[in-house]
Each structure stands twice: as structure tokens, then as C-alpha cells.
């Protein structure tokens, strides 16, 4: 039984288009994240949600909209899809806390291969 | 530059060596340090953690950090084909919640 799933797993579309990435975890945290991973390998938070409230919110482009209907799930929205949208992007959770890493891990999902032509 | 600076590899070794990764950092509010494994098409999982400076053992793995060259270090001993992955490492404030990563190192330890 999958903790970190997301859905779909590749996502190829055009330019202009706007598309949604699922989210869901079964690991009862309260925490859910996204990540853009670009084709250098590099992984940057893009905004993380805790108990339904947006809590981080990086310098990313408005077309990206975040929304968390329950604590459970966490899905992206992008409108105007451009060429440089092309990555992975990774859902994650963890469970809110200070403590750092011992407290809060973050389980990752498998991740969305987004294409743009 | 980027806060977090790591090798991007490949790094090539055979069975049974020691592995050596690491990477270096910017930023001194950092105070957790993290290695994550990430095999091909998958997401990250996290191997080990360590707060502050000092040195953490789990099984074959060794962590280091030394924060006063902002510099840290994982090695894999007695190295199996089963370790070539991605190696990421990623570093947090105090709340340990927002992750900054480094670029990754993609190890193959051939058999």
C-alpha cells in the first residue's frame, strides 16, 4: 500500500495547456509538500501545506496554484504550461514539528514526469 | 551560486570499496543535515540525518559534518550494486521542515 502517491505518473501536453498533479498520503500526517526536481538532478521546494494552510510559498510563477482540500491530499494546478515546466515533480509529507529530521521525515512519492512540447 | 554545492558524479567504483560524498554549504542558519538515497525513476528516501557538527554511524553508512568549513560528508563502506543510486544531500533550519538540496552524485559501484 503506497504512503506517498501521485497520479498521473508522466504527463506529456502542449504549451498553453493548463494540467493538475494528484496528491495523496495515507501516512496520516499533517504536512504535504511539492518539489520541482529539474533535469540537473536539483530539488527545490515550491510550497509545503499544514493542516490545509500554506505555509511555504517560494518565488515560483502564479501559474502554479496549490490546493489542499483535506490533510491528506495535496494537488498542483498549472495554467499557461511553458517549456520550462518540464521537470519531476515530487509530493511529499511529513508530520509538523521542530525537532528537525528526527521528527519530522519527509516520505516522498515516486513523482510526476512532466513534459511540455 | 547555490546555497548547497555537491559533485554531480558519476562516481565509479567497484564492489566492496568505500564510497565518498560530499558536499558544502553557504548558508550557517543550517543546523540538520541529510542524505537521501534516489534510485532511478523513484523518489528520495532518507538514509541518514545528523544535527550540528559531529559523526553518525548506521550500519555501512558514515556521516560527518563539520560546520565550521560548512562542509559534510557520507561514506559507504563494503559497497554493493545495490548502493548505485543518486545521493542527495539537504540541510534545514531549526524547524527541519523546509529542505534545501544539494544537486546529487549518481554512484555506481560496479560487480
Known amino acids: 500500500d503506497t504512503a506517498v502517491s501521485q497520479t498521473p505518473k508522466y504527463l506529456v501536453t502542449q504549451m498553453g495547456n493548463d494540467k493538475s498533479i494528484k496528491c495523496e498520503q495515507n501516512l496520516g500526517h499533517d504536512t504535504m509538500y511539492w518539489y520541482k526536481q529539474d533535469s540537473k538532478k536539483f530539488l527545490k521546494i515550491m510550497f509545503s501545506?499544514?493542516?490545509?494552510?500554506l505555509i511555504i510559498n517560494e518565488t515560483v510563477p502564479n501559474r502554479f496554484s496549490p490546493k489542499s482540500p483535506d490533510k491528506a491530499h495535496l494537488n498542483l494546478h498549472i495554467n499557461s504550461l511553458e517549456l520550462g515546466d518540464s521537470a519531476v515533480y515530487f509530493c511529499?509529507?511529513?508530520?509538523w514539528g521542530a525537532g528537525g529530521p528526527a521528527k519530522n521525515i519527509q516520505y516522498f512519492g515516486a513523482g510526476t514526469r512532466l513534459s511540455v512540447l | 551560486q547555490k546555497e548547497v554545492e555537491q559533485d554531480p558524479g558519476p562516481l565509479s567504483v567497484p564492489e566492496g570499496a568505500i564510497v565518498s560524498l560530499n558536499c558544502t554549504y553557504s548558508?550557517?542558519?543550517?543546523?540538520?543535515f541529510m542524505w537521501y538515497r534516489q534510485y532511478s525513476r523513484k523518489g528520495p528516501e532518507l538514509l541518514m540525518y545528523t544535527y550540528s557538527s559531529g559523526n553518525k554511524e548506521d550500519g555501512r553508512f558514515t556521516a560527518q559534518v563539520d560546520k565550521s568549513s560548512k562542509y559534510i560528508s557520507l561514506f559507504i563502506r563494503d559497497s554493493q550494486p545495490s548502493d548505485s543510486a543518486t545521493y542527495l544531500c539537504?540541510?534545514?533550519?531549526?524547524?527541519?521542515?523546509?529542505?534545501?538540496f544539494g544537486g546529487g552524485t549518481r554512484v555506481l559501484v560496479k560487480p
Open positions: 511529499a509529507s511529513s508530520q
Open positions: 539537504a540541510m534545514s533550519g531549526a524547524a527541519g521542515n523546509k529542505l534545501t
Open positions: 501545506y499544514n493542516n490545509k494552510e
Open positions: 548558508n550557517s542558519a543550517f543546523q540538520y
